[in-house]
């Protein structure tokens, strides 16, 4: 394993982390503000019935039924009709595929852990011309 160049702290609590990590693969999806507050809402209930529904097809349905619906739309602050409106949305940048949550979005939050690690792999690619192709 390659030891880090640079490390960078971010304190948050695990409510506001989902959020954050969203926030930051912003570049990857593209999601507005309200979108991301909205999926994030929809991984925090992800995470919590994670830890009691073990079957994947179990879990997605949960996470996009009436109980989950109901209580992010009240965390929300919108109505029936956003809320369909804001499911659209994720499912046109691919937050949302087949009916569940795009598995690289989903973070590997490991219960009782006091952190979240991320590495990022940039590899740095010779150009073109240098590599002799045209």
């Excluded at 529904?53 to 879990?59: G, K, P, R, S, V």
């Excluded at 349905?61 to 739309?73: K, L």
Aim: glycine share 4%.
């Amino acid at each position: 394993m390659l030891k880090p160049n640079s490390v960078i702290k971010v304190n948050t609590q695990l409510d506001a982390f989902f959020a954050n990590w969203l926030l930051f693969l912003r570049p990857f999806h593209q999601m507005t503000d309200r979108q991301i507050d909205f999926a994030s809402k929809l991984l925090k209930h992800r995470h919590r019935l994670s830890k009691v529904i073990l079957n994947e097809a179990a879990l997605n349905e949960q996470v996009f039924g009436p109980t989950v619906r109901q209580a992010v739309v009240e965390e929300c602050g919108i109505t029936m009709a956003f809320y369909r409106v804001l499911l659209r949305d994720l499912t046109k940048h691919k937050f949302i595929v087949d009916g569940a949550i795009n598995p690289r979005y989903i973070p590997k939050v490991v219960e009782g852990a006091k952190s979240f690690s991320l590495m990022l792999y940039f590899e740095f690619k010779e150009d073109a011309e240098k590599q002799g192709v045209r």
